[in-house]
């Protein structure tokens, strides 16, 4: 039996159940590109992609890009291995990413709160970045509290946690194929 491909799964303690098959996500990855494509025609965005979550859907979207994009990965996190929202840790950035001057283009696996979205636009803004846009795959409007709404929005999802497609639950799950919501 393939775990990765799995209707239920069973993370630690917990039982999640599909929500968004594989081939939704590839769909909408590509209109998402397309969109941005069309956006960015005339300008080569320095893609920001928020580790660790977004890097399967970042690496999906990314190569449906047509627009010369420059990349860098981000660390910052407002989860610890837990279901809550936690203090914000750091960004991380190499000394080496100038954001002055770029067109940047943050990649988020799922908006929550919008917390991480307004802290990066922030730091983003005062680093001097010519214009800021966010795309995330997943976004839980009913929880969101921030001032910038994403400008790429793969699915609206209700509040409940989900895990896959890059996604974890304790550091697993990110391998599945799928995205799972919590059972129960
Ligand atoms: P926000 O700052 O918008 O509240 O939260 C954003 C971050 O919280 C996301 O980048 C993600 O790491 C984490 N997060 C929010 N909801 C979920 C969820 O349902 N599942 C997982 N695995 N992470 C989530
Ligand atoms: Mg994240």
Known sequence: MDFTVMNEVKINDKVFRKMIDESA???????????INLDY???????????????????????????????QFIKISSYRNAMVAGEL?????????????????????????GTTGEYLRAYAKVSGACSIR???????????????????IGFEIPSDFVV???LDYAQKGRELRHIYTLAG
């Open 89 to 113: 840790e750091e960004v991380s950035l190499g000394k080496e990413v100038i954001i002055e001057g770029r067109d940047l283009l943050i990649v988020e696996d799922i908006i929550d709160t």
């Open 41 to 71: 025609a005339q300008k080569s965005p320095l893609v920001l992609i928020v580790l660790n979550g977004a890097f399967i859907f970042a690496a999906d979207l990314l190569r449906r890009l047509n627009v010369g994009p420059e990349i």
């Open 25 to 35: 996500i590839l769909q909408r990855v590509q209109e998402m590109a397309d969109r």
């Open 134 to 152: 966010l795309a995330c795959l997943l976004f839980k409007p009913d929880n969101f509290t921030g001032k910038h709404l994403p400008e790429y």
């Open 164 to 166: 896959g497609y890059g």
